[in-house]
């Protein structure tokens, strides 16, 4: 298997207001339920013009140029149209498919939401709920979307992997989450073959795996694992030499545990760290340091892993470069 080194297409299919807040303008609205709730029948005004340029083929030509060969792709569980009040984007994923195909790259499609939300995070559809685990037609209907995805692009040469669920939430109970991931793969294993990887989320919880799908009829499984080093208080009062640290030594001391059991991607990850405390007293020549410095420990750690997904391509947002793969090669951070 090729070493994967890629980004992640946030905001695009799946809406993150903090990526894209001119979309967001004038609303209430925190996610993309509340989102196609506010508008109702002029949900599609704004959201048409949006999925029509906000990724387009010249952006998939620009990620082959720097040097990438994949993307992972969030798509909502409505992608269909067929759940209210949301509006299906299934001809948009066509489209990206078509065009990796053409730019050269690999597609890992990833299920970024569920039905009753699996994380409680605005990524997951709906800010503060987390009750996918809590109904069987929940899970049912999960299997049954990612079983659709597997069925419509099998046979696709872009198709690298399909990912069955993103962060699913630390308390989601590992015996349910277990169960969806062996119907999952199942149900993709169906109409994919074992060159196509199957890709599950650690659900924050990277070493609690190491007993799991170890059978010989579990082919190309591959565990995912998302490295954030800014939301957690701890992290937040962490210095600069205390981040490089933890980027280049100790992740990678966690991929090789895991590598035993698993291939481990590195499905998500940034330049980002809290500008209040880590950077606060830093000038601009040092904040230029500390990223190009952060971006080569993270590197250096996740080239241990079988590939890796920057979060994200791109933003409108200009208040956030780190989380910006864009800005950070035109600001030198990464090289192209």
Not at 14 to 43: I, N, Q, S
Not at 75 to 85: C, L, Y
Not at 305 to 322: I, R, V
């Amino acid at each position: 298997m090729a070493k994967i080194r890629g980004v992640n297409i946030g905001n695009w299919l799946v809406l993150e207001k903090w990526m894209k807040p001119a979309l967001f303008e004038g609303l209430k609205a925190e996610d993309e339920t509340a989102f196609c709730e506010e508008l109702g029948d002029k949900t599609l005004e704004r959201l048409k013009p949006h999925r029509d340029s906000y990724i387009t083929f010249e952006d998939f030509k620009w990620i082959a140029e720097a040097g990438l060969n994949s993307v992972r792709i969030p798509i909502p569980h409505w992608i269909f149209g067929d759940v209210r009040p949301y509006y299906g984007c299934i001809e948009y994923l066509d489209l990206a498919m078509e065009w990796a195909k053409e730019a050269g790259i690999k597609v890992l499609i990833d299920l970024h939401t569920a039905p009753g939300c699996q994380n409680g995070f605005d990524n997951g559809g709906i800010l503060g709920v987390c009750e996918w685990h809590t109904k069987e037609e929940y899970v049912s209907r999960t299997v049954q979307v990612i079983g659709s995805i597997a069925e419509r692009y099998k046979g696709h040469s872009a198709l690298w992997g399909i990912q069955l669920l993103n962060e699913p939430r630390w308390d989601v109970p590992m015996d349910i989450l277990r169960d969806y991931y062996i119907r999952g793969y199942e149900a993709c294993r169906r109409h994919v073959d074992e060159n196509v990887a199957i890709v599950i989320h650690d659900g924050f919880r990277l070493n609690q795996w190491k007993d799991f799908m170890r059978g010989p009829e579990y082919r190309n499984v591959i565990l995912d694992t998302h490295f954030y080093q800014c939301f957690t208080e701890e992290d937040k009062n962490r210095d600069m030499p205390g981040h490089l640290h933890l980027a280049s030594v100790v992740r990678a001391e966690q991929i090789r545990e895991m590598a035993d059991y698993f291939p481990i991607i590195v499905g998500e990850w940034s330049l980002g760290l809290d500008p209040t405390y880590t950077m606060k007293d830093m000038n601009e020549v040092q904040r230029d340091a500390a990223s190009r410095a952060y971006a080569g420990a993270q590197l250096l750690a996740y080239e241990t892993a079988e590939g890796w997904f920057f979060w994200s391509y791109k933003l409108q947002n200009d208040g956030m470069p780190t989380w910006d793969y864009r800005k950070c090669v035109e600001n030198g951070w990464f090289r192209k």
